[in-house]
C-alpha cells in the first residue's frame, strides 16, 4: 500500500546516489584538541572551538551559576517574561565588544542573521550578496522578499558593475558578506565594499561568525582590526570562538530598537537559556583579558602553513584558522581517500564536498589549544598519506 510519505524513500535514494549523503557520528567526550568520536579518541581539527573556551572551566563554572541563580529555561520570548538581567549584561557585552552603540541576541547565528534581514529589507528593496555567503545569509535574502543577487566571490569589480546596474531601480539597498569565509577560511575586502556602500548608499551587513574572538586586538573580529565597526550592521555568533550557544546583532542604538520590534526571529522564540548567556558573558571577558589565547592560535596557524607549504601541500588561503586543503584540484575521489586515511590514523579533519561547496577539499580548523607536537603529527600523517 502506497503512503503520502513514499517519495521519502525515493529522495533518500537519489541522495546515496549523488554520494552527496551525511550522517552524524557521536561524540562522547568534552570540547577540546583531543575527541572520543563513536568510541574512538581522535585529534580534533575540525571544530570551530577556536579559542578553546568551549571546555573551560570558567566557561562551566558561569554556566551552572547562572543556571542556579535563574533556573535552566528562560520560560518565555524576550518581550513577555524571558528578559533576564543576564541579556542585558551580555548585549552589553557584545556592544562593548564590537565598539557599537547596543547589541541584541539571538538563540542562535542562524537566526540573527534571518532576523535581521528580513527586517531591513523588503520587496522593494535590493541585496547583493557574496556567492560563497553561509547559508542563513541566503535565507535570510529569500525570507524578506527583496531580489538578491549574488557578487562573485571577493569580486569588488563584480559588485561594483551590479551596483551600477541595479541600484538605481530599489529603495534600499543591503550589500551582505561573511567576514571570514567558512568553508575557504579567506577573507572579504571590507574596506573596499565599505567605500561602495558608501558611493551607492547602501546598508552593510558583515557576518563575523568566524572572526569574533579571532582578529582585533580586542578579539572584536575583522571589522575591529581593519577599524570599520561604524555604519555597519555587524552579525555573529556566540557558538563559535565563544564556545557557547546563541548569535547576536551589534550596531546603532536605533537599529537594535527597531530590530526589538520588527525582527520576527526575535521575537517569536524563547530568549537564549541562562546557562549560554552566562557562559557567552564570561567568554567574552576572557577573549578581551587574554590576549595570548589568540596569539597562540596565530602562532599555530603560521605554524601549519609553514609545515604545509614544505610539503608542498596546497591551501586556499592562511588567512585565519579556516585552512581548507585541495587535492588534485579539488577531485573528489582523491579528497575522500585522503580523508578516510587521516580518519583511520586518527584524525578529525572532514572532507567538504558539493554541495556545501563547489569543489572538494580536507577543511581544516585550528584551535589555540592545539600544541605545536599535535600539528606536527598531522603534518608528519600528510607527509605518509
Ligand atoms: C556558523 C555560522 C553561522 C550560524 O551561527 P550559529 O550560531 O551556529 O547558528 C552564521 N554565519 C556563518 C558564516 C557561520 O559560519
Request: with cysteine; charged share 20%; glycine share 8%.
Amino acid at each position: 500500500m502506497s503512503t503520502p510519505y513514499d517519495w521519502l524513500d525515493r529522495n533518500l535514494a537519489s541522495i546515496h546516489k549523488a554520494n552527496w549523503y551525511r550522517s552524524t557520528q557521536t561524540i562522547t567526550s568534552k570540547a577540546g584538541t583531543i575527541a572520543t568520536i563513536d568510541g574512538r579518541e581522535m585529534l580534533m581539527f575540525a571544530s570551530n572551538n577556536y579559542l578553546g573556551l568551549a571546555g573551560d572551566r570558567r566557561l562551566i563554572e558561569a554556566a551552572i551559576s547562572a543556571t542556579q541563580i535563574y533556573g535552566t529555561g528562560s520560560t518565555g520570548s524576550r518581550l513577555v517574561t524571558g528578559h533576564l538581567a543576564l541579556h542585558e549584561e551580555l548585549e552589553q557585552a557584545i556592544a562593548n565588544l564590537k565598539n557599537t552603540e547596543a547589541a541584541l541576541v539571538f538563540s542562535s547565528g542562524y537566526l540573527a542573521n534571518l532576523g535581521a534581514i528580513s527586517a531591513v529589507v523588503g520587496p522593494r528593496d535590493l541585496i547583493l550578496g557574496d556567492a560563497y555567503n553561509h547559508s542563513c545569509l541566503k535565507k535570510g535574502g529569500l525570507l524578506s522578499g527583496a531580489m538578491s543577487i549574488n557578487y562573485l566571490h571577493l569580486d569588488i569589480a563584480d559588485l561594483a558593475t551590479k551596483l551600477k546596474e541595479y541600484r538605481a531601480k530599489y529603495r534600499r539597498c543591503l550589500i551582505t558578506t561573511d567576514s571570514v569565509f567558512s568553508m575557504d577560511g579567506d577573507l572579504a575586502p571590507l574596506r573596499k565594499i565599505m567605500d561602495l556602500a558608501a558611493r551607492y548608499d547602501c546598508m552593510v551587513l558583515v557576518d563575523e561568525a568566524h572572526g569574533t574572538g579571532v582578529f582585533g586586538d580586542r578579539g572584536g573580529g575583522l571589522t575591529q582590526s581593519l577599524a570599520i565597526e561604524q555604519d555597519l550592521i555587524q552579525v555573529g555568533t556566540l557558538s563559535k570562538a565563544l564556545g557557547s550557544l546563541g548569535g547576536y546583532v551589534a550596531g546603532s542604538a536605533k537599529l537594535i530598537d527597531y530590530l526589538r520590534n520588527r525582527a520576527a526571529t526575535w521575537i517569536y522564540t524563547t530568549a537564549l537559556s541562562p546557562a549560554d548567556t552566562g557562559a557567552a558573558i564570561a567568554a567574552i571577558n576572557l577573549v578581551q583579558k587574554e590576549p595570548e589565547r589568540r596569539q597562540q592560535l596565530w602562532q599555530n596557524v603560521k605554524f601549519l602553513q609553514q609545515g604545509l607549504q614544505d610539503l608542498g601541500i596546497h591551501a586556499i588561503a592562511f588567512d585565519s584558522p579556516i585552512i581548507a586543503l585541495k587535492f588534485g584540484d579539488g577531485d573528489i575521489d582523491v579528497t575522500m581517500h585522503i580523508s578516510q586515511q587521516l580518519r583511520q590514523n586518527g584524525f578529525f579533519a572532514p572532507a567538504i564536498r558539493p554541495p556545501t561547496v563547489p569543489t572538494a577539499r580536507i577543511r581544516l580548523t585550528l584551535m589555540a589549544t592545539h600544541t605545536t607536537s599535535q600539528i606536527q603529527t598531522l603534518l608528519q600523517c600528510l607527509a605518509n598519506i
